[in-house]
Each structure stands twice: as C-alpha cells, then as structure tokens.
C-alpha cells in the first residue's frame, strides 16, 4: 500500500510564496515521477510540476521561472518551492505518484492541499 502525506499549503499574498512537501511510503520501487497537480474551483486537474527518476523535470507554462520542483530520492519526498505566487494559483494541489509495474502505470494520490493566495 502507497501513501502519499502532503504538508505546507496556507493562506499567502500575492507576491509571496510557500513551500509544499510530499512524502511516500509503502512499496515502492522504481519509481518514475513524482509531481504536483492542483484543481481550482470549476476547472480540471492540471500538471504543476514532476520530476523524474533521473532528475527530469517538466513545469506547466504558467509556473515556468517561478515555481521549483526537487526531490530527496533517500526520504522519497518531493518538494515545491512557489514563489512569486499569484491569485490565479489559488487551488488545491495535489502530490501524484506515477510509478511503473507490471507493464502499466500506476497512479497514486495525495489527499490535497489548500493553497490560497489573496490579500
């Protein structure tokens, strides 16, 4: 069994910027990517930020220069530096864990953190 234990979402300014954390545990092995998705009100999930296996990291255009993907591989925690936070970012961000097994891709979840950015 995967868990994924989200932490650092709030209440911010415009301007300002936060810090989510992510680590898994259970089994896990190879893992591929770990990332960030967020769903604002009446919108669809969308990618923020993952990272691969090998340090591969991909942003969404609207989080390029802004927000910063990393990982610890040995604590299997992926982190999310958002600086420069706008209204427009105001979600719930989600940690997915994308790992391939058996041929397929398995896809875990987060339980969602609430990030609001307003003054």
């Known amino acids: 069994q995967v868990q994924l234990v989200e932490s650092g979402g709030g209440l911010v300014q415009p301007g300002g910027s936060l810090r989510l954390s992510c680590a898994a545990s259970?089994?896990?092995?190879?893992?591929?990517?770990m990332g960030w998705y967020r769903q604002a009100p009446g919108k669809q999930r969308e990618l923020v930020a993952r990272?691969?296996?090998?340090?591969?990291?991909n942003y969404a255009d609207s989080t390029k220069g802004r927000f910063t993907i990393s990982r610890d591989v040995a604590k299997n925690t992926v982190y999310l530096q958002m600086n420069s936070l706008k209204p427009d970012d105001t979600a719930v961000y989600y940690c997915?864990?994308?790992?391939?097994?058996?041929?397929?891709?398995?896809?875990?979840w987060g339980q969602g953190t609430q990030v609001t950015v307003s003054s």
């Open positions: 997915n864990l994308a790992l391939y097994r058996a041929g397929t891709w398995l896809d875990y």
């Open positions: 259970g089994s896990i092995f190879n893992i591929n990517f």
């Open positions: 990272i691969s296996s090998g340090g591969t990291t």
